[in-house]
């Protein structure tokens, strides 16, 4: 009955409950188990989505939220069935203010498309989460990725979300200035919520200028522990460095074997710097001179930006990478204080050593942000959970020395069990607010608790 | 009866009822109507904190935190009466981890106090309220200030609170690590709540290393827009510039006439730069060639501490500057998008000029951030209400263009009014959250709502 409601509210060609498109609202690029949902929605705009949460509302039917579906903790899998909201169709970009370096998107403009709108004007987004996942989704897992360590989260780049609360209430976190200390500041409430506090209409993103000048360097050190250190001594000069990234020797044989590369065997790490032309040649030197006081080798800078290209493709298809077929894999998400860092690299090493398994360790090491990838043959019995004991001794270990569960991912599904260690008492608080903003329970359920 | 409680619960030497120390906690530095607490608490620690809170409870007595008293909004003035917290005993550096550039302190250290602390490590914390605030008061507030335009404000630089919540539980709001997507991103409710939401134990503040060199400069424009558009241009060109502050004519010749300096009596442009020695030279170039360009005059530069020193005595001296002998100020602190910054500045100065009255403009304009501040007579009739009625119609103007009420200064008794104009909705959220985190309502009640 709801689904015709929905038909009768939307249209028909916004409601869809054939099979295919089912199946494809089923699951994300996790691991976790599909869930069909019972229809899939494409809402155009704000009355859209009052329309559907009015009809969930009074069916008290689930209602969870689909970007692009390349989540890693399965936080758009609609376990619990119901309604699937696909933001395909909210691509709009709302306002776009470029001298005060903000936009205001549909959360359904995805990365790569907002940059591709901003660069004729010189201007961009920089947060990358290495896939080019919707607005709406990065906001809703508070995604990061490789510029993490200049840019921060999704958290530190958001001045306003346009939310529909599940009351059908339409609230505005913020403005548009650039700081604010009026009200409370519920913005980061809702970052990284995953659709379990409202739903996002709209989102006013901080821009900055395409850099003048982008200069890509790489270099090996001989243990992971080096290459923490170097990460942190870049970050105690406080240069403001664009990507700094640590592939782990194992990790590179796999680059160099599966794709034909021909990077140095060893740890590495891959660094960018961008900005001003003359201002990024000092830092180039400055790095340089640092990480080979600190044992660096195989130093190799380049401004060509074919050879960036591969460099940072080589990055990208590192999870690819490992793919093999027939074989499942398991990811982990940690982040640490970076003091901890090596002690957390050797240790998820040693981990995936003693499994027998393949596997490798990498990250955005600038901000304590590291990802494991095991290897495990479905049908070999035991193996998958040889591979995830890995994810949860890296999980636990990393909350142990004061970092959390997960730096990027999400909690989605998979990291439901660790909440409770790593948040203790302020659980009560995060599902008092679920409770305040949610009290039918139908935005997103069975996530984050 | 409370206050014996206390005094057996803390031990005498930490609860003081003489009418002297009543009076100091009556009152911050806004011109605010003063109200003494019933009772000064001089807590040590959680613990004392916890038994405040444990009689407040169940006496139902209101709690208002008190830093340093230097806040503008009257946040700290227990307008209900109750217990005053004064935090000047908790001042501990709980853990120090130059490796991690995190530190964790109880909230009663103050700015200064900290960054003395830091010195000898080469490292510092970064965000400069103008004022030697307690981190507590500045965590409250969502403090920024001049180096707002490289830093942010306070909720930038915060990666974990221990809060006491009314009911007596104590939690985190975050870990030590960088970043995270775990549970609700719940520290930025906190910061900013000027202790409407539990009382403050512990925070856990980025650090960030002292820069090799500091360069400063000043320039002056012909006009105000002039100024907004120079200040536009550095941050569309991703400068990380540490200050940039404006000061129109009339605040300049006002220091020059009270503190005896020889500026250059035009609006101005006060620059400051910081970080490795040959990238902040190259800085300055860029930015020296920009503004040029822009047609600033009186370019003057100086890296001779001395020199340094004596211009942000005379930005920190502003606000004395225009104080005088038997008259009263009332002062503005809008933000607003940086695009609308011109406009909003030649309006402040008009809504000044109109009244006949005398005062000044100036701000952090590289984040849209600004200040007025007008002098009247309290024994001339109708003065107060003209001055006031300046800030009235800033405040409004700034929400109307998509900005916000107060930028840094917070909400306290003084911005109540124009809460439901900027929050709309939301509001219904915010008075949700206090709901939920003080069910009885005495925690520093009567501020933000």
Chains 1, 2 share one sequence.
Not at 263 to 290: D, M, R, T, W
Request: aromatic share 6%.
């Amino acid at each position: 009955m709801f689904i015709q409601q929905l038909i009768n509210k939307l249209g028909s060609d916004k409601v869809n409950v054939e099979d295919s498109v089912l199946i494809r609202h089923s699951h994300d690029e996790s691991p976790h188990e599909s869930v069909k949902p019972d229809v899939v929605v494409f809402p155009e705009n704000r009355q859209d989505i009052e329309g559907i949460l009015e009809i969930a509302r009074s069916h008290e039917i689930p209602v969870t939220p689909y970007g692009i579906g390349s989540g890693l903790e399965g936080a758009s899998i609609p376990i619990h069935k119901g309604i699937s909201v696909n933001f395909k169709n909210m691509k709009q970009i709302i306002d776009f203010s470029p001298e005060d370096l903000t936009v205001t998107v549909q959360p359904g403009v995805t990365r790569v498309e907002l940059n591709q709108y901003l660069q004729e004007y010189g201007l961009m987004f920089p947060i990358d989460p290495n896939t080019d996942a919707s607005i709406g989704g990065m906001v809703a897992t508070n995604a990061s990725g490789t510029t993490g360590v200049r840019y921060g989260a999704m958290k530190d780049q958001i001045l306003d979300l346009e939310v529909v609360l599940v009351d059908g209430t339409v609230i505005h976190t913020g403005t548009k200035a650039r700081k604010s200390s009026s009200g409370y500041l519920v913005t980061n409430l809702f970052v990284g919520s995953e659709g379990t506090l409202g739903v996002f209409t709209e989102v006013t993103l901080k821009l900055y200028g395409i850099p003048e000048e982008t200069i890509m360097a790489r270099c090996t050190f001989d243990t992971l522990e080096m290459c923490a250190k170097a990460a942190q001594a870049i970050s105690l000069k406080g240069i403001p460095i664009l990507r700094l990234e640590l592939i782990d020797q194992e990790s590179i044989e796999e680059i160099n074997r599966q794709n034909g590369y021909h990077f140095p065997e060893k740890h590495s790490l891959f660094l960018e710097f961008a900005g001003n032309k003359q201002i990024v040649k000092q830092e180039v030197e400055h790095v340089n001179h640092l990480l080979h006081e600190l044992g660096c080798e195989n130093w190799s800078v380049s401004n060509d930006p074919r050879e960036q290209q591969e460099l940072w493709r080589a990055r990208k298809e590192l999870s690819l990478g490992f793919v093999q077929e027939g074989m499942d894999e398991v990811g982990a998400d940690v982040c640490v204080p970076v003091s901890k860092l090596s002690e957390l690299l050797i240790y998820a090493r040693k981990l995936i050593q003693d499994t027998g398994l393949r596997g490798g360790v990498w990250g955005h090491v600038g901000d304590g942000n590291f990802h494991t990838l095991v290897l495990f043959d479905p049908n070999v019995e035991g193996e998958r959970e040889l591979a995830e004991s890995t994810n949860e001794a890296l999980a636990k270990k990393a909350i142990e020395v004061g970092g959390t569960c997960t730096g990027e991912h999400g909690v989605g599904i998979g990291k439901i069990k660790y909440q409770e260690i790593e948040h203790g008492p302020a659980i009560k608080v995060m599902k008092g607010i679920k409770q305040l903003l949610d009290p039918y329970g139908i935005l997103n359920p069975g996530k984050l608790f």
